[in-house]
């Protein structure tokens, strides 16, 4: 009881007189997520669950709408800062090749055209297996294809230094199938670039 | 003896160094606006690669936009101090634990794969609070 009586004006002064806020916006998809409110030491919830809610952080929080103001010309020009989402694309191969199929070849281009649009760009290349195999082999060979095509990509002028391999394995499936099914179509590389 | 093992040495951090615990990258900075990485300052340009216990600041002028490799998004505001004190991440489960200070100034985010892969994975801790970040985008703005 001490301790809080003490505890409070102290915090007061280390804030000076404006608090510290949140707003919870809407995702660019439409829906939006949640933010929970904690102390410090992590106890204690406030649920903010509402998009366009303005709380404000410290002592008990308060969460209220946005309302018909809506955001604050600083934090408006803030969030129109954010850089723009990343972008993926799909390439496929000639099985065991690293002959791109006629379809995925002009996606090299589209990637290309992605690159020198974002400044800053980076790109990861990710290796996707079907489910034939153990998820340890699955694992490894997801890897090292993202290699090859690194490679392929790089011997076809991209820049090595922007780009990375990652093997996803056969844990996120674009058709979902059961154990051990062969799939072309889960047979894939996907190119994100951000 | 000892050429064999410096060897060893040289291959595991030839194999291990690069990349390794690049955490992101400056999209864009405008005004004043650095990097703090220990005692040293690095300009926010573009490009710059980021590691885990940077620090982002900038000016009264400045801003700085940047992404993740779990493709989280941020837009840092002017006079602002935002400490990455912690980055781990799989990049094949995707899963890890990102804690982010906003010590001063503002901070905008879009969430990535970090939020998703547990609760509160992905944390930002104000002077006053800790948020749990559930999989969305929202501002924060702490006053000096």
Redesign the interface.
Known sequence: MNARRFALPA?LL???C???????????DGG???????????SG?TL?SEANSRAS???S?TIKPLGAKGLKP??A???S???P??KSFTLYFLEGTTDMTRESAPVVDEIRAEIAA???A?V?VTGHTDTVGSDGDN?ALS?KRAEEILNLLANKGFDRT?M?A????E?ELKVPTGDNVSSPVNRRVEV?V? | MVRVSLFLVSLAALVSAP?AAEIG????STGTASVERGAAHIAAS???ELMPGDALVTGKDG?I???F?D?T???V?PNSRIALSKFEYD????QGSFVTKVERG???V??GRI?KSGR?AMQV????????????????????
């Open positions: 915090l280390l804030a000076g404006a608090h510290s806020s949140m707003v919870l916006l809407p995702d660019e939006h997520g949640e933010v929970a409110i904690l102390k410090p030491d992590g919830e903010v952080l410290g002592g929080p600083t934090e020009a803030l969030v800062a954010l850089p989402p990343a974002r400044p800053g980076e990861q694992d890897q922007i990375s990652v093997g996803r394995g844990r994100i951000r | 990349a990258r400056i999209k864009s573009t490009g710059q801003r936009a940047l992404t490799i493709n998004r941020f837009a505001g990049r094949t489960k995707q503002s901070l905008a879009v969430s939020a509160d801790a104000t002077p006053e609070s800790l948020l749990g970040v559930r999989g969305t985008r929202f501002l924060v703005v702490v006053p000096k």
